[in-house]
């Protein structure tokens, strides 16, 4: 089964349908005073998803730290966060004195959380792996640039490719070498 919040009910329907399982809401009722309500599926099997990506992060990450451990409560036993953004990874060593390291904090919790989190192009900078963020627990890092270099290719002939910062320029150059197109 493939959990989702309302506002990702789209992707989660797409990729249900590749993944051959069923797609069900997490239902979230906002308290005047902002907390949050959220009501699951239940029973759950034994085998879950939950698709959330951390745009956003701060709503989202309090939304996963109260539905993983109620889908546990619900049934499910390998509980996995397909996170397409994951939030939070770019903080990675402290740069001044007493700077929070929210990668290996956020890391932990997750860890913590879920057995598995996938994700897409996730930022690394000093850390080999999604592995090594997730103490104990399955990390899968994915790649979207091959894809976004041909797709961009195919709407936009003799695009030019730029990223926003230093770190983008290894996904833009292998969007760009996928696509046949320039890089800046």
């Excluded at 906002?30 to 745009?55: C, K, S, Y």
Aim: hydrophobic residues 50%.
């Amino acid at each position: 089964m493939l959990l989702h919040f309302d506002d990702e009910a789209a992707q989660a329907g797409a990729l249900a349908r590749e993944l051959g399982v069923p797609a069900r809401c997490i239902a979230c009722h906002r308290f005047p005073d902002g907390e949050l309500r959220l009501t699951l599926p239940a029973p759950l099997p034994p085998r879950v998803a939950l698709l959330r990506g951390l745009h956003d992060p701060n709503e989202k990450i309090v939304q996963l730290l109260i539905a993983a451990p109620a889908a546990r409560e619900l049934g499910a036993r390998d509980l996995v966060l397909v996170a397409p953004y994951l939030a939070y990874m770019r903080q990675d060593i402290a740069f001044a004195p007493g700077e929070a390291v929210s990668q290996r904090h956020l890391g932990a919790a997750l860890a913590s959380w879920f057995d598995a989190v996938v994700t897409v192009d996730p930022h690394l900078h000093r850390v080999a792996t999604l592995d090594e963020v997730l103490p104990g627990r399955r990390g899968v890092a994915v790649s979207a640039a091959d894809a976004i270099g041909r797709f961009v290719a195919a709407c936009v002939p003799g695009a030019l490719l730029l990223g926003p910062d230093e770190e983008s320029a290894q996904w833009v150059a292998r969007a760009a070498a996928a696509g046949a197109v320039a890089a800046g």
